[in-house]
């Protein structure tokens, strides 16, 4: 079924072709969003008369917009969140684990790709990653696989707005080791930036934060690395609530290894 289909096309069909707000017209030629050959679309003059200031590159392929692109342009506020589509499945993911612990009807994105994990590897995949519902990325986004997925990743605070193809089983590594730097008490600014930056932290902290640092310092220049830091959240935050499991039992092995901390002390903390 998702042969051929653009990104907005995948997400499109994921969300069950729902109808696009302007009706549709005879075309022919290409979408003039995503390049998609149509029959059929919107006038993108409907399109741009009502919503549309300095999006003109946006509209380059033609004079109609395909039924994908002109759902997702149908609503701003709805459309311009972040997504994840694979196959026929679709999310629209939040970053904050509490956040979506509260929303039945949105996962959080760390639970969003691990549901990608379980997926044949190959299936087409597509999303948007963001930290500013604003901008309308998703005339953006790429196709990846659910192995090595393509998400159009847009966090300006880490001087990221691209489209990042990651490897799947190396993100959710890397979950693992920037969680216990949260849990220990670190902010992500500071897992970005290095850990050392927060030296007090680490004096407090001693052997252990060196030793964590120099796990995470070769993930820094990974693309995985900063859609992890996104999507990672404090264990304590995330489960203590009402979802025990395994993140719970890392969650006590964190507070025991805080408990211990300060048995390993600042005298032992060296910049070798
Ligand atoms: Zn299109």
């Known amino acids: 079924m998702t042969t051929g ?10 969300a069950g072709t729902p ?3 302007w009706p549709l017209e005879p075309a022919a030629g290409l979408c003039a969003t995503c390049g998609a050959e149509v029959t059929a679309g919107v006038s993108h003059e409907l399109i ?3 919503t549309f200031s300095q999006q003109g590159d946006f509209f380059q392929y033609g004079s109609h917009v395909c039924a994908a692109c002109a759902w997702f342009y149908s609503d701003a506020k709805q459309r311009h969140r972040s997504l994840i589509a694979a196959g026929s499945w679709l999310a629209w993911p939040l970053i904050s684990h509490e956040a979506a612990a ?6 959080s994105w760390l639970a969003a790709l691990q549901h990608l994990a379980g997926l044949p590897p190959t299936t087409p995949t597509t999303g948007v990653l963001t930290t500013d519902p604003k901008p309308r990325l998703w005339p953006r986004m790429r196709l990846g696989t659910a192995a090595t997925p393509a998400i159009y990743v847009h966090a300006l605070d ?5 489209v990042v193809r990651v490897d799947l089983v190396q993100l959710l590594a890397v979950i693992t080791p920037i969680t ?7 902010s992500k600014r500071t897992v970005w930036r290095g850990l050392l930056t927060d030296y007090r932290r680490c004096l407090a902290i001693g052997r252990a934060a060196l030793d964590l640092e ?3 310092a070769p993930w820094r220049p990974r693309p995985e690395f900063v859609p992890a830091l996104l999507i990672a959240g404090r264990t304590e935050e995330t489960h203590e609530r009402s979802h025990p499991g395994p993140a719970d039992r890392q969650s006590q092995s964190a507070r025991a ?9 600042a005298r032992q903390l060296q910049l070798d």
């Open 180 to 186: 216990e730097a949260l849990n220990r008490g670190f």
């Open 19 to 21: 109808a696009p707000r």
């Open 158 to 162: 880490y001087d990221v707005s691209r």
């Open 102 to 107: 509260a929303d039945p009807e949105r996962p």
């Open 257 to 265: 290894a805080r408990r211990r901390a300060p048995e390993t002390g």
């Open 214 to 216: 120099r796990t995470l």
């Open 5 to 14: 289909l653009t990104a907005p096309q995948l997400v499109w069909y994921a």
């Open 48 to 50: 741009n008369s009502e």
